[in-house]
């Protein structure tokens, strides 16, 4: 099973700023690996797929990069609604699909 | 646009089985696979279950096999978690989250979830 690791668990940062999220995999995923986010009582939304590939909808400010083992989820110019709970997952070898456990986003 | 609408969630003691639904609109349902995946303050989002569009591959997270299993009906839009010998551990909410077709997008789109509490 591929155990993944956010990193850090919870990150403060002011509107305007840039934010810098990171996931790790255990082994190597290739580029099989997706970010959600998920706002308080929402259920989680999908953000980015094949490692850097924007689902639809979400804006440019969302970006996601890196490949094998390491991953960067990094948004730019915040605003008020992108504070929410970030989530990575792995499809690269399942079952089972995994998650990691989170990165929290607060202002 | 898609909507997922999970029910069947309820307070329920260890032991009786409990199944939950998933219906699906907006889309013409027997053309996807669709996934139970839970979310726990312990465990944050588990993958359940996975079956696909026409029935014919279901997989079921392996701590999960033997209690839990996962069906559909393609003429009324829903599928089916059916849960058995349930414990306070699987207390949480689950939610149904459809598979595109898109290579990758393996959770596309996501109910809001159901609650399901198990109390000793």
């Known amino acids: 099973e591929v155990a993944m690791t956010q990193s850090p668990g919870t990150l403060s940062v002011s509107p305007g700023e840039t934010a810098t999220l990171s996931c790790r995999a255990s082994?190597?995923?290739?580029?099989?690996l997706a970010w959600y986010q998920q706002r308080p009582g929402q259920a989680p939304r999908l953000l980015i797929y094949?490692?850097?590939t924007r689902a639809t909808d979400i804006p440019a400010r969302f970006s996601g990069s890196g490949s094998g083992t390491e991953f960067t989820l990094t948004i730019t110019s915040l605003q008020s609604e992108d504070f929410a709970v970030y989530y990575c997952?792995?499809?690269?070898?399942?079952?089972?699909?995994?998650f990691g456990q989170g990165t929290r986003l607060d202002i | 646009q898609v909507k997922i609408v999970e029910s069947g969630g309820d307070v329920v003691q260890t032991g009786p089985p409990l199944t939950l639904s998933c219906t699906a609109s907006?889309?013409?349902?027997?053309?996807?696979?669709f996934h139970w995946v839970r979310q726990t303050p312990a465990k944050g989002l588990e993958w359940l279950a996975f079956?696909?569009?026409?029935?014919?591959?279901?997989y079921v997270a392996e701590s999960m096999k033997g209690r839990f299993s996962i069906s559909r009906d393609n003429s009324k839009s829903t599928v089916y978690l059916q849960m058995s010998g349930l414990r306070p551990e699987d207390t949480g909410v689950y939610h149904c989250?459809?598979?595109?077709?898109?290579?990758?997008?393996?959770?596309?789109?996501w109910g809001q979830g159901t609650r399901v509490t198990v109390s000793s």
């Open positions: 907006g889309l013409v349902f027997s053309s996807f696979g």
């Open positions: 989250a459809k598979r595109s077709v898109v290579r990758g997008k393996d959770f596309d789109d």
């Open positions: 094949g490692a850097s």
């Open positions: 079956l696909s569009f026409d029935g014919k591959s279901a």
């Open positions: 082994q190597s995923i290739g580029r099989s």
């Open positions: 997952q792995q499809s690269y070898d399942w079952p089972p699909y995994t």
